[in-house]
């Protein structure tokens, strides 16, 4: 199962990454179906990204954007610098950095990408 979700998961960051982040939340939240131990929340967090990502990106929504991205900061900053492969450090400092942009009424100039090893 762990190869599966691995698979799913770089999957999902591929999609993200192309920011096709509407089919990056499906592929996220089948493995979260899936997933029954404490790297749930893990996964829920980047789900929460991928979402208020998606709002930002398709439906200019910077309140749900921001309310989504603090739930991911919640869910993430407890699996520390890497988790799964995933630079997590880098990954939080952009989202509070977004984060920071749409609280003071500012686009972001780009949206992060997601660093898998």
Known sequence: MEN?????LIQAINKFND???FECHEILEDIWFDVRDDSRDFYQGLL??????YHLSKKKNQKGTVIQL?????????FGNEFRGIELDRLVISIKNIIKKLNKKELP???PKIIIN
């Open 109 to 111: 100039k780009k949206l």
């Open 19 to 21: 920011q096709d982040f």
């Open 48 to 53: 929460h990204i991928a979402v208020g990502f």
């Open 4 to 8: 599966y979700n691995r698979s799913r």
């Open 70 to 78: 603090n739930k991911a900061l919640d869910k993430l900053t407890k």
